[in-house]
């Protein structure tokens, strides 16, 4: 494949890996002051990949789940792009206990079915923001965001995004397994972003190293 | 004096960084190891002043590690180095035996003071 | 206490100008600015209120949600949102138009942001308000449109096949006991053929409003195909079902359409089916009531004839 965008090196990758465990470390502390629960996010496994081999990615990676929730938020800063936290379905059933253990909001909001929606993307704007805040934070960029999106339970291949199959865009996925008290949940998060985004990480890798030569 | 000082973390990178974070003015002995079952060898084998230990790795993870090498010399200094500061990881490496919690990335401001503090600790233990 | 942008000459004018709310908090969550918006639609003076506590006037909000997203925001720097779909709004305000929507409240979609002193360290946060009633209402009504029947406003096919499949999930797992009538008009295509299409609509139309008259709040009327209709009546027991069905039928029968300066009555059959245990899908209900109502028509129309055993109610 001709390469005329930017490419992570071996080495690039090994920072923007330790960067990832720095980050998800925070993530996870951070999230576990919000929803007051323990919480472990497993080192994630990072891959750097062109977007139009994402959606074979994705969809080997999601093949034991039947239906799978999507969680997308748009971030913009030097480093921007759009975030995507991948849940199989039934997630947002299994963590609505965990924002409100209680039961105290109950019902009220209406169906099972908006109360999951709501929890999904609370959740996954608190994973979202806590991971790309922290990365970026470590490579000295601030960002804002979009509200998060819920799309849920529905089959892999139906709702993959189409910026997805843009050739001008990376991806960078990180998969990894948010653990919630004693709850698995298996998740991913990927980031898509630029080629302008890609050039802006390379620098700010680089010097991320540079305070430590 | 020089120290014996043990890095063990799977990342390179992150090896790397705490290594030049160590104050310029003292001299050391460095060891590293990239998995806890190697650092745990390293440990057994070379007897380290101070033990850099960070907690997410394969083979062996770091609270694991942590346990053997505390087996081993209950008295050991390591200092665990890691990302997630939840006050509960904090409180189970603590009980475990860790000596201080140092949080990533590391600074050249907190790994002089973990050392300072390290070094008090082993001058009071072992009139070293 | 006052305002404390009073200072900045056009950035004041613009936030006091915009259609947006904008709420600053401390980190003790004291208002700390309300921009003109915000006292407008609140009726509180930006000195009433700055200075204190925002749930000192408004302790609805005092909730789980809003002070864990404040927790966030002020000590990690995120977002925070708050969408009218899944909170409808934040401040109880009245909509600006008194013709709108039919909505109590003002709709909001609400979000929430960090404030960084020179140090980046975070001094606040800031709340956005936007007004999203008509957008609200407009997609109200979409839905709404999607669930009726254009011509004469009851329910349509796909909403009534929902709404079945829900009391039947209800019935399996409560037992609750329900029941449906299917009936058509009699002799349809005659009168389309005789006074045309219009006034075939304005005989539905009329028909579709009596039969709408005769039920209660919890019971659906859908219209199912060109002149049949459907009737899913909750909690109903099949003498019931059969009692409601012939006062359907005789109110159809007495009534006497007036189109065009030509007098025309039309008659219904009806079928009505009760839901029984064992039965595979909801659709077989139907199946059943179309049964029943297909025996009406053969054994002479203008009545109503309940599944399984026939049991015809003459006409008079």
Redesign the interface.
């Known amino acids: 494949m001709e390469s005329d965008y930017p490419l992570i090196s071996e080495e690039e990758k090994?920072?923007l890996?330790?960067i990832m465990?720095?980050?998800?470390?925070?993530a996870?502390?951070e999230l576990?002051?919000v929803i007051n629960i323990?919480?472990?996010?497993?080192?994630p496994y990072v891959k750097v990949l062109q977007a139009e081999e994402l959606p074979e990615y994705l969809l080997y990676e999601v093949r034991d789940f039947s239906n799978i929730s999507i969680v997308e938020q748009n971030f913009w800063g030097k480093f921007k792009g759009s975030a995507f936290l991948v849940f199989p379905a039934g997630a947002g059933k299994g963590l609505i206990t965990m924002l409100d253990p209680d039961h105290e909001t109950s019902f009220e909001s209406g169906s099972i079915e908006v109360l999951e929606k709501e929890t999904l993307m609370e959740i996954g704007n608190i994973l979202i923001g806590a991971c790309v805040g922290k990365i970026t934070e470590?490579l000295g960029d601030v960002v804002t965001y979009s509200p998060p999106k819920v799309v849920v339970e529905n089959k892999p291949h139906d709702i993959l995004p189409n910026k997805l199959f843009d050739p001008e865009y990376t991806a960078i996925v990180m998969k990894t397994l948010f653990r919630f008290d004693e709850r698995n949940v298996n998740g991913f998060l990927f980031l898509v972003t630029t080629h302008e985004s890609v050039a802006w990480i390379k620098q700010a890798l680089a010097e991320f190293?540079e305070r430590?030569? | 004096m020089t120290r014996k000082i043990l890095i063990v973390d799977d990342?390179?990178?992150?090896r790397?960084?705490l290594k030049?974070?160590l104050p310029k003015d003292e001299e050391y002995e460095l060891h590293d190891a990239g998995d806890g079952l190697a650092g745990l060898e390293k440990f057994r084998e070379v007897s380290p002043d101070v033990t850099f230990l960070d907690l997410?790795m394969p083979v062996m993870d770091g609270v694991e590690a942590l346990e053997e090498m505390k087996k081993h010399d209950s008295q050991a200094v390591i200092i665990v180095s890691?990302?997630?500061?939840?006050v509960?990881?904090i409180e189970k490496v603590t009980a475990l035996g860790a000596f201080l919690v140092l949080k990533?990335?590391p600074t050249k401001e907190n790994v002089k003071d973990a050392l300072l503090k390290a070094y008090e600790f082993l001058k009071e233990s072992h009139g070293i | 206490m006052r305002n404390s942008l009073n200072g900045m000459n056009e950035l004041s004018q613009i936030l006091d100008s915009i259609n947006l709310g904008l709420v600053i908090l401390d980190g003790e969550l004291r208002v700390t600015y309300w921009n003109r918006w915000m006292e407008s639609h609140s009726g509180i003076p930006a000195e009433k209120i700055t200075g204190l506590p925002l749930f000192d006037f408004f302790p609805d909000l005092n909730t789980p949600k809003f002070q864990r997203s404040c927790k966030y925001v002020l000590t990690f720097g995120n977002f925070a949102f708050f969408s009218q779909k899944l909170h409808r709004f934040l401040f109880p305000f009245r909509p600006d138009s008194s013709f709108e929507s039919g909505m109590e409240y003002m709709q909001q979609s609400c979000a929430m942001g960090p404030l960084r002193n020179e140090d980046n360290s975070i001094t606040g946060l800031y709340l956005t308000v936007q007004d999203v009633t008509e957008l609200a209402a407009y997609e109200h009504r979409l839905l709404e449109m999607n669930m009726r029947d254009g011509l004469t406003g009851v329910y349509n096919r796909r909403f009534l096949e929902k709404r079945l499949e829900e009391e039947y999930e209800r019935h399996t797992r409560y037992s609750r006991v329900f029941s449906v009538i299917m009936f058509d008009i009699d002799y349809f295509k005659k009168v389309n053929d005789n006074h045309g299409h219009l006034c075939g609509d304005f005989i539905l139309k009329s028909i579709s409003g009596k039969v709408l008259s005769l039920i209660r709040k919890t019971d659906f009327l859908a219209r199912y195909g060109g002149e049949e209709f459907c009737c899913l009546l909750p909690e109903t027991d099949l003498a019931s079902a059969m009692g409601l069905a012939e006062r359907f039928r005789a109110a159809v029968s007495d009534m006497k359409h007036l189109y065009q300066e030509t007098e025309i009555t039309v008659t219904i059959s009806l079928g009505v089916a009760q839901m029984v245990p064992g039965l595979t899908s909801s659709t077989t209900l139907l199946k059943m009531a179309d049964e029943a109502l297909y025996e009406a028509k053969r054994t002479g129309r203008n009545r109503a004839v309940s599944y399984p055993r026939p049991n015809p109610i003459p006409a008079e």
């Open positions: 090994d920072i890996q330790e465990n720095i980050a998800f470390g925070k996870a502390a576990a002051e323990f919480v472990v996010l497993n080192v470590l190293l430590y030569e | 990342s390179p990178i992150s790397k960084m030049s974070c997410t890691t990302a997630d500061i939840q509960k990881s990533k990335p």
